[in-house]
């Protein structure tokens, strides 16, 4: 369901997700280094179960999202079964964290962060410098719940910025702002501090499937289902600190509905795109 490489300090390492497991292979994809296996529902025809959300975190942590079913939970130790949690439908998410060490196979789960009442749609760490008290990690889930994370030994939440009724499908986190993308086609910047928003646009006609942002310019990528890609530029004024966004381009992907879309150099000059039933990805750059 999703490939992502997570560049660590000491490493690199290709994390895949299906809906069998998580799995994270060397960076040239030769050797396996740890495989976590899902726990598969005894009826799996009743709901879909699969992983989804990779993000390095940390400088030692790997974070995956990964569903999990309510019978499951009340046999993990909630107070009793005749007290479960109050919980949408019949899974909800939970981030898993790995510990990765510096070489090696001896990968640990170190901690399982169970703060989402829907799967986990996706999770993003920080890629620029930020502000003192903003986290460092965010984490989205299918109502559109919001969770900020301060890594460390122990994973902090510190906030949660509530769903409106339409489902985060991507999102992403840089100099202290997240970016989201919804089903709605709209983009919305909050704080990753005060969990305050600070704009929204209505970037797509239909549900926005991928999000990316180039740390070294603040650019930010956007393809939905409308077949458009978009290119937006994040900024702060520096009199007033808000948060700003402008349009800089716009591609049409003919009778393609986007589902993938990726930056290909952290200034945000070239980027590559994807759809459903397309067996081939576009590459667009400077004329």
């Avoid at 107070?79 to 790995?98: I, K, R």
């Avoid at 994973?155 to 986190?173: D, E």
């Avoid at 290909?264 to 039933?277: K, L, M, R, S, W």
Wanted: glycine share 10%.
């Amino acid at each position: 369901s999703q490939a992502a490489w997570c560049e660590l300090p000491s490493r690199v390492l290709l994390v895949l997700t299906s809906q069998r497991g998580v799995q994270m292979y060397d960076s040239d994809g030769s050797t396996m280094v740890f495989w976590h296996a899902l726990d598969i529902p005894e009826h799996p025809a009743a709901h879909s179960m699969f992983a989804r959300g990779i993000s390095a975190a940390g400088g030692r942590f790997i974070c995956v999202g990964e569903p999990r079913d309510v019978g499951r939970v009340l046999a993990l130790g909630w107070p009793s079964p005749a007290d479960p949690p109050d919980l949408t439908g019949t899974s909800f998410g939970a981030v898993l964290v790995f510990d990765i060490p510096p070489k090696g196979t001896n990968v640990t789960l170190s901690e399982v962060l169970e703060q989402h009442r829907d799967p986990v749609t996706d999770i993003a760490a920080e890629q620029g410098q930020a502000p003192d008290g903003a986290g460092d990690l965010v984490t989205a889930d299918d109502s559109g719940t919001l969770c900020l994370w301060s890594t460390g030994e122990e994973f902090t939440l510190l906030g949660k910025i509530p769903g409106s009724g339409s489902s985060c499908s991507s999102v992403t986190l840089w100099n202290g702002i997240v970016a989201a993308g919804y089903g709605n086609g709209q983009i919305r910047l909050w704080e990753a501090g005060s969990g305050q928003i600070r704009a929204q646009v209505s970037a797509h006609a239909r549900w926005i499937y991928a999000l990316d942002l180039a740390p070294l310019t603040g650019k930010l990528l956007s393809g939905a289902e409308d077949s458009f890609v978009h290119v937006w530029k994040l900024s702060r004024n520096p009199d007033t600190d808000d948060i700003e966004i402008q349009h800089c381009h716009a591609e049409c992907v003919t009778d393609t509905q986007v589902c993938g879309a990726r930056f290909c150099d952290p200034a945000g000059d070239t980027f590559a795109v994807t759809g459903y039933d397309l067996s081939e990805i576009l590459c667009y750059g400077p004329a």
